[in-house]
């Protein structure tokens, strides 16, 4: 069966600017992805390539199998959005507004499928309240409702959980497990809050800079953790040295003056550092990086977390000290 | 019920239903009262005979329709790209065709509005109701499809261009380009150059066509190539905004 969202090698430009560079993400049925990246990464624009509202340069986004750009439209309905601004009309009621959405992806639903819908996202009290006297957090719940209205297979939701206070957070990281699980919805979740990506997801992609610097499932990523080293670069890597890119020593990311490396598990360091020195690699220090999520996509996205004390110094000679 | 209609029926609850859209209707009120009242007041516009009045009275009626079709059609794209709700549209099952047409049946809606408005005017300034038939079959015969002409226009550029109100400034001006050779004077209509933009320029076509129809005692049937061209233009419109909502690359469609 073919996975209700495959994206490869994906670069975009906009206008005359390259917004994404190599962008990769997979979402399977059944599975919370986590789409995380610093603001501009370029998340919001994988969104709109993935639902076939922008032409790739190059590479390619598969929805359920097909080029969203060629696919049916009835094969959108399969996709739920909640987008980062809800975008909800004012002046209807929360169940009429559904029940106008439900008509736009070709299922109409009766009054039964609206109270069902809202009480899901836990709005049943409020079905015949105007959305411009809805509060941040209800319109957020109303967005999800929106998203959910013709039973997609694959729901998309860029930072669903701004403006929802814990109960809510709590109740909508909830129903997401819920779907994936229960329902074999495979969801895509674009955030910035880790904790919620350390509770609900099983697979992670973190953008940086329009690139994707990460992407597995979350517990393999975590793992490997303690194999991961920052190094401190003179001059700049010689081309050569790409074969590092090959396990056992894997770059992850690499920016003017560093690099972030990941050795593979029986790999011993200084090993490692002598075959990059010996490759070129004009390696000044090296720090190993800190465990957990956190550490893991401030170090993916080029921040820096709490420094941690070198590891090795390479003396003026190349020699590990 | 189609996705079409829904949405067309969402876009008219939008003029009819929201505050904005009920401060447009009022503004359009205020304005044909105004004129009205300049009609029956002004010494020099008192000369004018009931059928030249209601042609007046039907041409400022096109026009208002006309602006407040731009200013739905910018709404219905950039408006709604700026307020987030665009993306959710476009992610949608509908159809382009059907989100489209959809759009510019809302605009129809509120035209229908425009027209049920303005025809107690036409019958005040008109007197007695003289000449009210013909005004109401121009309007809804010519108007129609200059207003929604101007309507799928700014929703084009709507689509195209970055922001609401640059869209909003470029579908006025055209507007205002469209309406130019009427505002110039009869001298440069007379031209050779007049006269072949006002051949080919629809909102001419429309008032020339109620001109002759209301003042002239002309038939409908003379006027057919004038309806043809407001037609026309109305296709091209359409056209063009339904190419606008197609992706293409470098251009992001609704972020």
Redesign the interface.
Known sequence: MALPLLIEGLRV????RTVLHDVRLRVAAGEVCGLLGPNGAGK??TI?AA???????TGHVRLFGEDP?DAS?????R?G?V??????????TAADYLQ??A????R?IGPEGVTALLSEVGLDASPDLLTARCSQGMRRRL?VA??LV?GPELLILDEPTNGLDPRGRRRLLGLLHRLARQRGVGVLLCTHLLGDVERVCDRIAVLAAGRTVAEGPLQDLLGRGGNRYRLRLGGSVPKMALCVDSAPVRLLHQTQGEALVELGANVAPETAWRALLFAGWPIQEVRREAGGLEALYLSLTGARAEPQPAVADVTPDGDLA | MSPSAAIARYEGGEILASPRGLAWLLAAAAVLSSFALLLIGSTELGLLDNAQVVCGMAGLAVALGAVIAAVMGVDAMAGERERGALLPLLATAAPRRSILLGKLGGQALAWAAMVALAAPYLWAVGSTGQNLGMALLGLVLFGTPVVLAAGAGAMALGALLHSARAALVASLITLLLAASPLLLGPSLRQSALGRGFDAVNPFSGAINALDAMIVDGESLLSQGWKLTFAVAWLMVAYAAALGSLQPRAGRDLAT
């Open positions: 430009r906009r206008g005359f919001t624009t709109a639902l076939g509202l922008l032409v790739p340069e750009l439209d009835g094969m959108r309905a996709v959005l987008p980062e601004r809800d975008g909800l009309t004012d002046w209807m106008y959405w008509v736009l992806q070709g109409p967005a929106r998203a013709a």
